[in-house]
């Protein structure tokens, strides 16, 4: 029989579920960089959803407010979903030393008042040439700046897709076991960075109400 004297253990909190929005910003089938962030989903604790890119118009904002919508509706449900996103995981070529146009169209389009990516946790990664992306990926980063996003410092992720061998098979599935491991530590700091901004918010929030 169990002791009433003896204190219970106390019951551990059940860690949050994050949701990750995570935009590839190539368009291509077979893409390495669509293939990164579908490569490791069995983070416990993380939830990544997919979310395409690839039906939003170009920016225009001719194209807000008519018909009675604020923004067209491919538009809309994009915004809807980075709104529900606890946190970001981008992965994008790097073109021309730059962001691809697809996703700072994107980026963009989120932008537009009001801002739906600011205050949340994001990563960013690159499977490019033997740069590893990393002029685009800090490129995101400055735009991040302005559009209030919080990015993981450490650890980066610079992938050389097809150097020394390829990482990718032909359908874009990552193949590379150290790469694999190399993103996996990117999504357990997102992951953690995420849940202190969270927690932060929220003891903040009380503090204020006390």
Known sequence: MEDPTTPATPAKKARRTLRVAAISGSLRRGSANTGLIRAEESIPGLQIDHVDISGLPLLN?????????PFPP????????VRGADCFLFASPE???????PL???????????NVWADRAAAVVSASGKSGG?????????????LDMHFVNKPEGFVQAHYPASKFDGD?????????????KILLALQAF????????SAAESGQGS
């Open 95 to 101: 073109y021309n030393y730059s962001i691809s146009g």
């Open 172 to 184: 874009g599935n990552l193949v590379d076991p150290e790469t694999e491991e190399q993103l996996r």
């Open 74 to 81: 491919a538009v809309e449900a994009f915004r809807d979903r």
């Open 134 to 146: 990393k002029r685009m990926v800090y490129h995101v980063r400055q735009v991040g700046v302005f």
């Open 61 to 69: 904002t001719d194209l807000e407010n008519t018909g009675g919508n």
């Open 104 to 114: 700072k169209n994107a980026l963009d389009w989120g932008s537009r008042p009001p």
């Open 194 to 201: 995420a849940l202190r901004l969270i927690l932060g918010k």
